[in-house]
Each structure stands twice: as C-alpha cells, then as structure tokens.
T-cell receptor
Framework: NAGVTQTPKFRILKIGQSMTLQCTQD?????MYWYRQDPGMGLKLIYY???????DKGEVPNGYNVSRSTTEDFPLRLELAAPSQTSVYFC?????????????FGEGSRLTVL | GNSVTQMEGPVTLSEEAFLTINCTYT??????LFWYVQYPGEGLQLLLK?????DKGSNKGFEATYRKETTSFHLEKGSVQVSDSAVYFC?????????????FGTGTRLKVLA
C-alpha cells in the first residue's frame, strides 16, 4: 500500500529559486495538509485542503502556494526560496469527517535553501 | 484558543524503566486526542488515540487516558525498550468554524539506553 507519497526526499535550493514539492495519496482521502517541521520544533500547518478545488491557509502560509485539482494530488509550491524556508516538509491526509481523525503522513521532504 | 502543551525533552531512560510523558490541552467543545510517534528519518505515525472523556487508548504497550477534568492525556509505558527511542507528539483534533484541524504539541524526544 503506497499511502501518502512525497517527492523529492531531499533538495537543495539557492535563494530566489522556485520549486514544487509533490504529494499524492491513494486512499481517497478528502482532507490533505502540508506541514513544516523545524529542528526541535513541532509541526506548523502551511496549507490544507478539504477537497478538490478547495484550499485554505494554515498558520504559516507566506512564501508558499498550493493547488488541489484532483483528490489524489496536493502539490506545494515555493516561490522565491529564502533561508527561512529550510525545513522538513510533511504532507498528510485524513479520511472524511467520520470521527476517527487519524492523519496519514508521508516520509517527508528535507529542503535546504542556501 | 485551542492548544497543546507537552513536557519538554529530551527524556533519557534506561531500558525497562517506566515512562511518562505529560500532555495537557486547552480546547472548546469535545476534541479527540492523539499520540503520534516519529522514528528517526521517518514521518509521524499514529500511536494511539481517544475520542471521548475517560477513553483509554493503547498500542504497543503504551497507554493514555483522556481526562477531561484535568484536561490531560499523559502517555505511559511500563517498560521501555531501546526501539522506543523516538519523538512523541501529543495532538488534539477539533472543529473550528466547521473545519476540523489538528493542533500539535512541540514533541518530546525519548532516548532509551541499553
């Protein structure tokens, strides 16, 4: 079972470059999320989506953009990368609001901006 | 607002020692509570959960009881193993303006020595 798949696993960017982190899930989950995890810190929500065509900002959306054209895919785009965006990024998904609330995480994408 | 506070780490224990990681929360309504575990180099994965007051979640020898009167969800294990070394996150799942969101604690790193 694939679950939540993120690519790439590692990436080094120069300041000002742009890139897209890919996320896809094969569980037909409505909810999808992007989090960042800074060293020694918890998770901060960047953006989330409650279904195809619907996205909304989380706690730390500045410098990022998302789209949700299909149920499966939820890419995160970094425009004009900055050193402050050096972090580990996690994509996650959860099933419809059925009371369980479990989040399924990808393995993470480690991004370094130099 | 909603928040989760968990004890700071790192926590270092000898194998077979008793583990407690404290977690308290602030929330309106009736949140569900979770413990997630993150092993080195991996994404978070669900360890256990409780969806209502007095529920006890358990998995892999870990337990936590949803205490509404003390707004707590402390994680315990009677005898830790080296393989339990990981970062543990307490989280609550609750509705804000009709949308369900997670609130994560900052994580507690556990190191178990042989």
């Amino acid at each position: 079972n694939a679950g939540v798949t993120q690519t790439p696993k590692f990436r080094i960017l120069k300041i000002g470059q742009s890139m897209t982190l890919q996320c896809t899930q094969d569980m037909n989950h409505n909810y999808m999320y992007w989090y960042r995890q800074d060293p020694g810190m918890g998770l901060k929500l960047i953006y989330y989506s409650v279904g195809a065509g619907i996205t909304d900002k989380g706690e730390v959306p500045n410098g990022y953009n998302v789209s949700r054209s299909t149920t499966e895919d939820f890419p995160l785009r970094l425009e004009l990368a900055a050193p402050s965006q050096t972090s580990v990024y996690f994509c996650a998904s959860s099933p419809p609001r059925d009371g369980t609330g479990e989040l399924f995480f990808g393995e993470g994408s480690r991004l370094t901006v130099l | 607002g909603n928040s989760v506070t968990q004890m700071e780490g790192p926590v270092t224990l000898s194998e077979e020692a008793f583990l407690t990681i404290n977690c308290t929360y602030t929330a309106t309504g009736y949140p569900s509570l979770f413990w997630y575990v993150q092993y080195p180099g991996e994404g978070l994965q669900l360890l256990l959960k409780a969806t209502k007051a007095d529920d006890k979640g358990s998995n892999k020898g870990f337990e936590a009881t949803y205490r509404k009167e003390t707004t707590s969800f402390h994680l315990e294990k009677g005898s830790v193993q080296v393989s339990d070394s990981a970062v543990y996150f307490c989280a609550l799942w609750t509705s804000t303006s009709g949308t369900y969101k997670y609130i994560f604690g900052t994580g507690t790193r556990l190191k178990v020595l042989a």
